[in-house]
């Protein structure tokens, strides 16, 4: 990125009075930190003053944070302000590296109540950021931090001309943006109307879907900019034009403006490759060599479910009519395979607007590709965009083991064809029909009113929970509480269901539990012999002040038995041993000291992941790998972990400010709930495609497949014997992918070559 003129601020009092002092750091304090800032830092990381960079003046604040064991945090920080309780105040500061500012409000006694809405920064340069919030009923006093938090996250991050205050009117976007490519010059011209005390900063890309955020040149004071290094490789580029003001302020861009470099293709080109489905790939992307030869190669078990995937790009031109057929397979004797099924998916794709993942991977905001459709015919691809279809085999029970083959052929209507060959080997044993661990991926039904907008309690709402239901039951997945009453006659159909391993019994929450209807429950599925499969999951995720609520609540519910199984996300902790039955404790919480303690007093340990922890923990983040989403349960595997646990799979609008909208929009964005992209939701509503139901997406499917790596395992422990012998050789099939739950491998070829050779152990003992 070009800096070409360094704006030269206006007195802060034209904006209003910033509340901080040394906000440009130029004043040197005690032991090094700036004057009247101070650092808070763990183990080796640090936080101070430096020379070395700046944005303006001759100094700036900066942070480093270590990987070293120790360290969770490096912050540096001011406070305590003096604030107004629901008061609105805007934060504001120029960054560059890695970092989040935001702030602590405290109470009149200097309790902690909260962070306030922070806003982060990943670039290689100084661009300006900025958050505005209101503070708590409660608040008094506020602490200016900016960090980088998390015990396995590392970064450096450094802060300029920090600023906080009332808040002052966001600058609007700049107006009569044009840009013209002049063949002459070689250079895009661009020029817009500028406004006095403004500075522009120009974002430039390749590709139209991260425009706003590949920052090309920054400070400019003027209405003009010449752009003369376009990279030569380019047909075309994309331009956003924001406006910043006095306190680092940014307007909304402008709408994409695109220049074409030169003449496009009318024919184009199809460039055409096969790969794993762990490996994503963005909608805009440089892509891969076209495969002069592809294939496909599927493998898997009877009651199994796997796929490949063909990934086109539009070279030169868009691709019109891109269709995908699938032929009859057949054995080495020309006989038709029965119970394989072939499916086709679509992969679709989702606005990244901030990527939520591993900072080290250097991510870069855009479209990434997550729904997974069913291909409906053909489709056209944008140019120089990539098109991921999946070939998906299922295997029922009654498939024959052995070899088949067929051919999918690829066409446009420009006369293109690719035939590529499938092979499809069929492992010669069977996964159980009943899941060998347990599961509560929770269905939301109000989400589904959002989805399709029915009404609640409505046959069609009804209709569609019974379908999301047995759509996760179909991927050994327990979707939380059942569709219908306990006790009625609808729900005894999932009750008495080999699939449905695990399920809510309904409680109510917290302090409202009606333990009468609960008791009646209970003496219901003890009768009938379904109490074992049954939860009661009343209370989420207890901070210390509410361990006695929860102590409580598990009287209550041991009160009905001691077959009665209380569940609670929250790791072991002294006041809450003797009361929890499965413990599920967020994956950066773990002790595996004190769950091993629990599992060997017999109490149960499930897990869960959310919006955290995450990278390098595995993660259900749509901007993560796709061996991230199916490591997870080779690692439950490894330590012999019971179940799984997700909050939900099916939000479908956006939660801001304490609510979820009503406007259905996670078919375009990727960040229903703040700050993690894709949480929340692994399943799209339908209706916005088409279809009569669910939708199921990459993450998902991972995850069925990591699920059905699990039963794999548990096959293979079952034929070796229960013995230290048998755990140490199913310990050397996990070694070489997963070491613990921040050591794994991303690569899908030696996970999927680990799989290959596990299934051959357990079709070689089956012999035996």
Request: hydrophobic share 35%; aromatic share 10%.
């Amino acid at each position: 990125m070009k800096k070409l003129l360094l704006w030269c601020l206006l007195p802060l009092m034209v904006f209003g009075q910033n509340m901080l002092k040394n906000t440009g750091f130029e004043e040197k304090g005690e032991n090094g930190m700036p004057a009247n800032w101070g650092g808070h830092c763990t183990g080796g990381s640090t936080a101070g003053m430096t020379t070395e960079t700046s944005y303006s003046g001759q100094a700036c604040g900066y942070i480093v944070k270590i990987v070293d064991g120790k360290s969770h945090v490096a912050a540096i920080t001011q406070g305590r302000l003096a604030v107004e309780p629901e008061t609105e105040y805007l934060l504001t500061a120029m960054a560059k590296g890695n970092g989040t500012l935001f702030g602590y409000e405290y109470d009149a006694n200097g309790k902690w109540l909260r962070g306030s809405k922070s806003v982060a920064v990943q670039s290689e340069d100084w661009v300006p950021i900025s958050t505005r919030f209101k503070t708590s009923k409660d608040t008094k006093t506020f602490e200016v931090r900016f960090e980088l938090f998390g015990k396995e996250r590392e970064g450096k991050g450094w802060i300029d001309d920090v600023r906080f205050g009332s808040p002052q009117p966001q600058p609007q976007p700049p107006q009569n943006f044009v840009a013209k490519y002049d063949p002459q010059a070689k250079a895009v011209k661009l020029s817009w109307t500028a406004l006095e005390g403004m500075r522009y900063y120009v974002s430039r890309s390749r590709y139209p879907d991260n425009a706003n955020t590949m920052v090309h040149a920054s400070n400019l004071a003027g209405g003009e900019y010449e752009d003369k290094d376009v990279p030569k490789d380019w047909s075309r580029v994309f331009y956003r034009l924001t406006a910043a003001d006095e306190w680092n302020q940014r307007s909304e861009p402008t709408e994409n403006v695109e220049v074409l470099l030169r003449a496009t293709d009318e024919k184009g080109r199809v460039v055409l490759w096969t790969d794993s489905v762990m490996n994503k790939y963005r909608r805009y992307a440089p892509p891969q060599e076209d495969e002069a030869k592809p294939s496909l190669s599927i493998s898997l078990a009877i009651r199994e479910t796997e796929a490949r995937q063909i990934v086109v790009y539009a070279e030169n031109a868009p691709i019109k009519g891109l269709d995908v057929k699938v032929s009859e397979l057949k054995d080495a004797n020309g006989a038709v395979a029965e119970n394989l099924e072939l499916r086709l998916l679509q992969a679709c794709y989702s606005m990244v607007r901030k990527t939520t993942c591993d900072p080290k991977l250097k991510l870069a905001p855009g479209l990434y590709a997550d729904a997974l459709p069913p291909l409906q015919g053909a489709i056209d691809v944008p140019l120089e965009a990539t098109q991921s279809i999946w070939v998906q085999a299922e295997t029922k029970a009654g498939c024959k083991p052995g070899k088949y083959a067929g051919v999918v052929t690829v066409t446009d209507k420009n006369g293109y064809k690719k035939e590529i060959p499938l092979n499809i080997e069929v492992f010669d044993f069977e996964l159980p029909v009943t899941p060998s661990f347990k599961s509560a991926l929770a269905v939301w039904p109000s989400a589904i009113e959002r989805g399709y907008d029915v009404e609640p309690k409505s046959a069609k709402w009804q209709e569609l929970w019974d379908k999301y239901y047995w759509f996760m039951a179909d991927r050994r997945m327990g979707a939380g509480e059942l569709p219908y009453p306990i006790r009625s006659e609808e729900a005894r159909k999932f009750l008495t269901d080999p699939r449905v391993a695990a399920f809510q019994i309904p409680s109510g929450w917290g302090k409202n539990m009606n333990l009468e209807k609960l008791k009646a429950d209970v003496e219901y599925l003890r009768e009938n012999g379904w109490l074992d499969r049954g939860y009661v999951y009343c209370f989420d995720e207890p901070n210390e002040s509410q361990y006695d609520l929860v102590v409580e609540l598990a009287k209550k519910v041991h009160s009905l038995g001691k077959d009665v199984q209380f569940i609670m996300t929250e790791q072991p902790e002294p006041k809450l041993l003797d009361s929890i039955d499965i413990w599920v404790p967020i994956l950066g919480s773990i002790n595996w000291d004190k769950l091993y303690q629990r599992r060997k007093a017999g109490q149960h340990l499930w897990w869960y992941t959310c919006c955290w922890p995450k990278a390098p923990y595995p993660t259900y983040l749509i901007d993560d790998c796709g061996t991230s989403h199916r490591i997870l349960s080779w690692l439950q595997a490894k330590y012999g972990i019971e179940g799984v646990l997700y909050w939900c799979v099916n939000v479908c609008t956006m939660y801001r400010n304490g609510a979820y909208q009503k406007e259905c929009n996670v078919w375009e964005e990727a960040e229903m709930f703040p700050d993690a992209n894709g949480d929340g939701f692994m399943i799209y509503p339908g209706k916005q495609v088409g279809i009569d139901g669910p939708v199921t997406s990459i993450r998902l499917e991972l995850i069925r497949d990591g699920n059905e790596d699990f039963e794999y395992f548990q096959i293979y422990r079952q034929l070796l014997g229960n013995d230290l012998d048998a755990e140490r050789q199913i310990q050397a099939v996990i070694a070489p992918v997963a070491i613990d739950l921040t050591h794994w491998d991303h690569d899908p070829k030696k996970l999927e070559a680990q799989r290959n050779a596990l299934a051959r152990k357990i079709m070689a003992l089956k012999k035996k």
